[in-house]
């Protein structure tokens, strides 16, 4: 496609499920990035891919968050035993390189929605 | 990362100039100061960086003073649509490249 897809765009869950959410970069791009962002909150870095290798998980907040990315293409980020603080939009960026003068390019986002 | 300071909110006359400052005093000189925009509800939008030199495109203008210890960002004909949070970003070359988002500015245009 010609942007950063991500899916689901919504999900609600029960507490306590695992949860996985998808993003497919750019084509080409060899830099990922995850974030998410609480309800009327900034955006929080949680994880940054170069290829396949993960070298920056400084922003995941406990070990119940993974992230694995595979071909150097498609990312999943997993919740397990997902919490009410869990609920946020999930949002997953890409870029070229991961160089510092390169922009970001942002999917919509996965709204999830613990109960 | 250097931090950003921006004021938490602004108001803009469609139609006006909407100028968003942005104070980085700790910048350093190898950092970039980065733009980005959120309107509601969708992902952040790119709009503009540079380096030490002011940089212009088809978005918005970026005026850096020249001890680079802060900047403005300049949308020379703001229109309704241009209602959205702008983050000002200064992003290390050697962090990995990640961008660390403030709370940045709710620009509100009004008619």
């Known amino acids: 496609g010609a942007g950063v897809s991500q899916s689901p765009s919504n999900k609600v869950t029960e507490k306590g499920k695992d949860v996985e959410l998808r993003c497919d970069p750019i084509?080409?791009?060899?830099?990922l990035y995850w974030y998410r962002q609480s309800l009327g909150q900034g955006l929080e870095f949680l994880i940054y891919?170069?290829?396949?290798?993960?070298?920056?998980k400084s922003g995941l907040p406990s070990d119940r968050f993974s992230a694995e990315r595979t071909g150097g293409s498609v990312s999943t980020l997993t919740i397990q035993r997902t919490q009410q603080e869990d609920s946020a939009v999930y949002l997953c960026?890409?870029?070229?390189?991961?160089?510092?003068?390169?922009?970001?390019?942002f999917g919509s986002g996965t709204q999830l929605s613990v109960l | 990362d250097a931090k950003t300071t921006q004021p938490t909110s602004m108001d803009c006359a469609e139609g006006r100039a909407a100028n968003l400052p942005c104070n980085h005093s700790?910048?350093?000189?190898?950092?970039?100061v980065y733009w980005y925009r959120q309107i509601h509800s969708q992902g952040p939008q790119y709009i503009i960086h540079?380096?030490?030199n002011n940089e212009t495109n088809e978005m918005a203008s970026l005026i850096i003073t020249e001890d680079r210890k802060s900047s403005t960002l300049i949308l020379p004909h703001a229109t309704l649509r241009d209602t959205a949070v702008y983050y000002c970003?200064?992003?290390?070359?050697?962090?990995?490249?990640?961008?660390?988002f403030g709370q940045g500015t709710t620009l509100q245009v009004k008619p």
């Open positions: 960026a890409s870029s070229p390189r991961g160089s510092p003068n390169e922009k970001l390019f």
């Open positions: 084509s080409g791009h060899t830099a």
């Open positions: 891919f170069q290829g396949n290798s993960a070298p920056d």
């Open positions: 700790t910048i350093s000189g190898n950092e970039y």
């Open positions: 540079g380096l030490k």
């Open positions: 970003i200064v992003r290390s070359p050697s962090n990995t490249g990640k961008l660390i």
